[in-house]
């Protein structure tokens, strides 16, 4: 199969959260299946283009229609860790991709409208015709929708749109001024209940629903999220859509991509370590603690890796730093947030935490360093408010440092409550806590943390449960591709 991926994120050369890994991990395990898969993104200023090799020009005149004229693109080629990337670079004074940054800027609209216009036009003119086209979140939503109204009727027949659903809270509710820039003139057509029309702001339309309406098949990230926005008030005003498009709804668990993330072959890790050779994990955390000035201890160090924002938790991540370090712990935390309130808050944390030998609090975005935190911490705690899947508590599962998670979403499918979950012992690898309150997380951290200093041996038989788990890309990759030959055969 021939499959094309459009999205705003690939891991590691443009990476903000999940959808970077995802991208990249999906791709890859397509490809070791078979497939033939080509990568389309944003030629963005901050790519990391040190992970970018043999980039060079693939098209040089790709005229994207836009409003009532068209904007003048190249289009460059280049491998990222093996995969097949175009990244698209408009000429305009607009600067679509030269902010410095991947995402918050006013007019995210357009710019996302307009990558996803010029993705399909670079498809069209270069003949390209994939069996599917792959696109992910708002930013890509407008694809199948420009791809059935404009590009099919010129021609472009043969292409399947799946469609994934990473995080239902960033919709992408803009005004009409994107039809008319798109290339969607028909105001009425469009602007309708069934169509790209909000479902509670009847002025706006909303690019996500416009994703879900047109595609040939929807998932989201698994399989719990896919029953919480169906039925549990998780679907942030798309419920009414979702509902009348359930039969091509699916839910398909996130793999983790295992050579990436391979305590046993990290190159960002001082001393690689495995099931069989955990006691190296220590010498992980000897360097974290040199990395971070903390003391050398005999502790637990929690930590907390993600984007620090509302639906992370701000509360409790805050509480667990607090109540840690009351508990004999150490904590680390890696993070930043795009909101400055937010930014403003964990800046005081520091502060007020900036002499104590047992916290760090780096505000930052380090990939490098998340590795040595996921190797070095023993526990990670992922308080979320909602969770379509998450990545850290994989991540954490791999890397022997035990999950701390509220059961929500995919945190539910891949984290099993080591005295609660009615799985068998050995498959049993976290802790779980329902209540979104500093008794629900602290339920939960009691339990961890007093396993960890009465119970080591037990401890470790719970380490070594979430290290033998496998949430690998293998059955994700193969149900992405049942999900692409059922909708290649309609
Ligand atoms: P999200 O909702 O942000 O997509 P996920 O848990 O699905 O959350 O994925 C988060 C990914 O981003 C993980 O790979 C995590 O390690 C990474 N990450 C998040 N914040 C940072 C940071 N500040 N520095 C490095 N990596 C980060």
Known sequence: MYVVMIASECAPVAKV?????????????????????????PKYDCLRYDKIHDLQLAAKDL??????????????????????????????????????????????????????????????????????????????????????????????????????????????????????????NRHGYFFHPDRLQDN?????????????VYSNFVTTVSPRYAWEMLHADQSFGLGHTLQLHRHKIGGVLNGLDYDVWNPEADPHIPCPYGVATLDNKYENKRALRQRFWLRDVFRPIVCYIGRLDHQKGVPLITHAIHYCLQHGCQFVLLGTSPDPKVAQHFQGLKQHYNDNPDCHLELSFNEEISH????????????????????????????????????????????????????????????????????GIESALERAIGLWSNFPQHFRELMINGMRSDFSWNHPGQHYVNVYERIRAK
């Open 200 to 212: 509670f702001n009847r002025g706006a339309i909303n690019l996500m629903k416009g994703g879900i």
């Open 372 to 439: 040595l935190i996921y190797a070095g911490a023993d526990m990670i705690v992922v308080p979320s408010l909602f969770e379509p899947c998450g990545l850290t508590q994989l991540i954490g599962l791999r890397y022997g440092t035990v999950p701390i998670v509220r059961a929500t979403g995919g945190l539910m499918d891949t984290v099993f409550d080591a005295n609660h979950s009615n799985k068998p012992y050995h498959e049993r690898t976290g802790y779980v806590f329902n209540d979104f309150n500093p008794q």
């Open 17 to 41: 959260g999940g959808l970077g890994d995802v991208v990249f991990g999906l791709c890859r395990e397509l490809e070791i299946r078979g497939n033939a898969v080509e990568i389309i993104l």
């Open 63 to 184: 005229w994207v229609p836009w409003y009532d004229s068209s904007v003048h693109c190249s289009v460059y080629f280049g491998f990222v860790q093996g995969r097949k990337c175009f990244f698209i670079e408009p000429h305009s004074d607009r600067n679509f991709f030269n902010r410095r940054l991947f995402y918050g800027q006013e007019d995210d609209d357009q710019r996302f409208a307009f990558f996803s216009r010029a993705s399909l036009e670079f498809l069209f003119r270069s003949n390209k015709h994939p069996d599917v086209i792959h696109c992910h979140d708002w930013q890509t939503a407008l694809v199948p929708v420009l791809l059935y109204e404009i590009y099919e009727q010129a021609g472009m027949t043969q292409p399947r749109v799946c469609f994934t659903l990473h995080n239902l809270y960033h919709q992408g509710v803009t005004r009409e001024h994107i039809l008319r820039a798109t290339g969607l």
